[in-house]
């Protein structure tokens, strides 16, 4: 006899979601059946305390369609998820950003995306996109301006416009406190916008915070990755050197060094995460590119702990019970000991947008580095790496987000 599985008591259901660890385990029982998403709601408070790995957003070549990859538990979620095909520049609080073109305003501008709100064959949530005033900084018309060999790749030149994006909030939960960071070309300097707050960006003078001391810096150019830690971003450049400042209306006069650099080499790409409260880890990734055979290979990686009494960074050997995930997204820190499937003292890496070179190679660039060992793992099985290395679109971290 058929079991009505929408009809189990409602004591029975809240017994269920207590038991369940992970925002993926949640978001297949609020899926099941109305009554089940209604018990999920009013359990949504132990959903807040969820901090899981992030899972992999990867193109399925069909049009805007994307498919979520479990690395934790090897699974292929089947749902498909509807964003457009276009270059990602980020991945934060369970969104994603994207530059294009818009055609009709003619301007570029940019686009906040929320996957789990357009899930295929189900209703589209409301504010599951959200478009930000036109990014007009001085020297845009220039850039947009550089002829193409056809009207694709100027297309995928504008979308390439913004190297990197994050946000400080969730769009949805927490509006209020949500500002938009990103990095734009062609000098890699940073922008920001409070949403619903503003209606143009804020673009930081590079040319702040130029010395200290006797020390020539570069300047706030030249930037890869920014974090928000606590009441102050801070953002690093391809000089290692770090820059801090907060979000106000006079903010491009608030820009400080924070500390300086520990190298510059073109063919390393960096990352920022907080750690804990307070301490800042830097990732370095040594990339090699390989023309001839037509690849990019991650070498090694490096750890550095901003000291902020001593105004330096501290390399590190070990990462104890954490994991990392970097790549286009903001890069995020897990626990490793709170998910069995987790290893600790690795960063999981994904192939990423790299300007050394301009080089551009398909997504074969991913893995997982033991940071003790210094050496590497395969993180996935055949069918997903199959899957990974036939999208024209790179794969991206996301962390898993549900509004009920």
């Not at 999920?40 to 959903?47: I, Q, V």
């Not at 790299?354 to 055949?382: K, W």
Request: glycine share 4%; charged share 25%; aromatic share 12%.
């Amino acid at each position: 006899m058929d079991r009505d599985w929408s009809n189990l008591p409602k004591n029975l259901l809240d017994s269920v979601v207590e038991r369940l660890l992970l925002p993926s385990d949640y978001m297949r029982f609020s899926l099941v059946c109305m009554s089940w998403y209604s018990v999920a709601k009013d359990n949504k408070s132990k959903l807040s305390m969820m901090t899981p790995p992030p899972m992999l957003l990867i193109y399925t070549g069909e049009e805007d369609l994307w498919k979520l990859y479990n690395a934790m538990d090897n699974k292929i979620f089947d749902l498909q998820l509807r964003v457009p095909n276009k270059r990602l520049c980020g991945s934060s609080k369970g969104w994603l950003i994207f530059a294009d073109w818009n055609f009709v305003d003619k301007n570029l501008g940019v686009t906040l995306v929320n996957p789990f709100f357009r899930v295929k064959g189900r209703r589209e949530k409301e504010n599951s996109v959200i478009r930000l005033p036109p990014l007009t900084p001085p020297g845009w018309r220039k850039w947009v301006r550089v002829r193409r060999r056809n009207r694709d790749d100027w297309v995928e030149r504008c979308q390439n416009y913004v190297l990197k994006a994050t946000l400080s909030a969730d769009p949805a939960s927490n509006a209020n406190d949500c500002i938009v960071v990103v990095i734009y070309e062609e000098r890699l300097r940073l922008a920001f916008i409070r949403l619903g707050k503003e209606t143009t960006w804020t673009y930081i003078d590079e040319r702040v915070g130029t010395s200290v001391s006797s020390t020539v810096i570069d300047g706030c150019r030249g930037i890869e990755e920014v974090a928000r830690v606590e009441d102050k971003f801070y953002a690093v450049n391809y000089s290692s050197e770090l820059y801090s400042f907060k979000v106000t209306p006079q903010s491009s006069s608030d820009v400080k060094l924070a500390v300086c650099g520990v190298e510059q080499n073109v063919f390393v790409k960096r990352y920022l995460v907080e750690a804990k409260e307070k301490v800042i880890l830097m990732i370095q990734r040594y990339i090699k590119f390989d023309r001839e055979v037509g690849r990019r290979v991650t070498r090694k990686f490096r750890i550095f702990e901003l000291n902020l009494d001593e105004r330096e960074w501290i390399e590190k050997h070990s990462l104890g019970d954490v994991a990392l995930f970097v790549g286009d997204n903001s890069s995020v820190l897990v626990l490793a000991s709170n998910f069995p499937a987790c290893q600790s003292n690795c960063i999981y890496f994904n192939h990423d947008r790299c300007r050394a070179g301009q080089f551009e190679f398909p997504p074969h660039d991913f893995g997982v580095y033991n940071v003790v060992s210094q050496s590497f793992l395969d993180p996935y099985p055949t069918h997903v790496k199959t899957m990974v290395e036939m999208t024209d679109r790179l794969p991206i971290w996301i962390m898993p987000t549900i509004q009920l």
